[in-house]
């Protein structure tokens, strides 16, 4: 083989090697926010809608185009000369409509305040997708976690059951003990597959939101709740800046507007026509000046209705704009009541639960090797313990996944969205 190929078929190698660990780098959490900004098609789609609405206040705000056009007037047949005739004439003329004075400015404004709605909808649409990752993100590293713990309960209870298998061997046990004991085995295995379903598929809604084909996490060193010191009230006051809200309110603004736009329409629009003329004969050459007004006659039933429409319309914005506020207020106490109750049970688990139920399992492991109880009270209290560091772990997802839905909310990040080390 020739020394040109080998090496090319061994870049190619690289290439392929290196294109496969890229892909099978796995995502932080800082990762997933980048991913999500940058691929998200519907956070795209909404940048582009903003981006659009950006264009038009320039195009709403400026003068019809003009019309030009050329008149030949001939004698005889199309495109004569002028001299045969004393009436043949070229012409040559520009018109120009001049809506009334207030129109544009009105009509610019009113787009502009539209727009500035949409950019507020575009933050809106980039908080709300943002939650949905890190409540996806807490979810996954909540199953993450419980898979963990699974296995190791499962290899604790493998313990358990060889001691009890010995036991049995020697004669001071029971059979029944190891079948028991083999019996949560296989239960702890059948529940890890379930689990690994659910973790599949938080990591095909992460990859959905980042629209690649699949996703390989990084899970955190150690999992804790992030600390959170906002009021209500201070929650409540910063729902008025949220882009919800703030996009409602821009729509009132434009509404306001249009109301303005809507009474200009009753006013007149004018046009202003210029042509001069090139004549043939002895007849001199002229130009002619004209100014046409466009009246409204129609007002009672086309400026009318449009005026009334546009009070419709300032109605429906300001009733959007009083019920974003008192969804939001309500989802702010929501999601604070449940915050709050999540914190004050997390703490009941690491002060009380979790520390008794482990010393539990401990006496009943060492009483249960020098045949102090039975068998079942000490599956019971490692069942008992597992069950316990399921819920924590739960309670800490909860605890988070409030925090994420509040963000939106309030229009703010309230917690860095990272990984804690030990």
Known sequence: MPANTRRLR?????????????E????????????????????????????????????????PEPTARYTNFGVGHPFSRLNPSEFAYQG????????????????????????????????????????RLKVAYYEWLTVQKAIELTHQNSDLLSRFEEIARNRYTVGKGLQQDVLKAQLEVSSLEREIAMLDEKRQRAEAEIASLLAVPSVSLRAPTQVQTSAFSMSLDDLVKATNEAPRIRAEQKMVDARAVGINRSLKDFRPDFGVNLEWDHTGGNFPEHYMATVEVKIPIYYARKQRYALEESYSRLNEAKQNYRSAQQ???????????AIQSSERILTLYKTTLLPQAQLTVDSASSAYEVGNIDFLS????????????????????????????????????????????K
């Open 24 to 63: 099978e780098k796995p995502y932080g959490p800082q990762d997933l926010l980048n991913g999500l900004i940058q691929n998200n098609p519907e956070i795209q789609a909404a940048r582009f809608r903003f981006e659009a609405a950006t264009k038009r206040p320039s195009q709403a705000g400026t003068l």
């Open 327 to 337: 969804q939001a207020i309500f989802q702010v106490k929501d999601q604070y009541l």
């Open 10 to 22: 061994f870049c190619m190698f690289l290439v392929a090697t290196a294109a496969l660990h890229a």
């Open 378 to 421: 000490l599956v019971t209290n490692l069942t008992n313990l597992i069950s316990l560091e399921r819920q924590y772990y739960d309670e800490v997802a909860r605890h988070e996944e409030a925090l994420a839905r509040l963000e939106p909310i309030v229009g703010k990040e309230l917690v860095p969205f990272m990984e804690v080390s």
């Open 92 to 131: 040559f003329g520009v018109s120009q409509e001049i809506p009334f004075p207030g129109k544009l400015g009105l009509a610019s404004e009113e787009a502009k305040r539209e727009a500035e709605s949409e950019q507020q909808n575009y933050r809106s649409v980039v908080f709300d997708l943002t939650a």
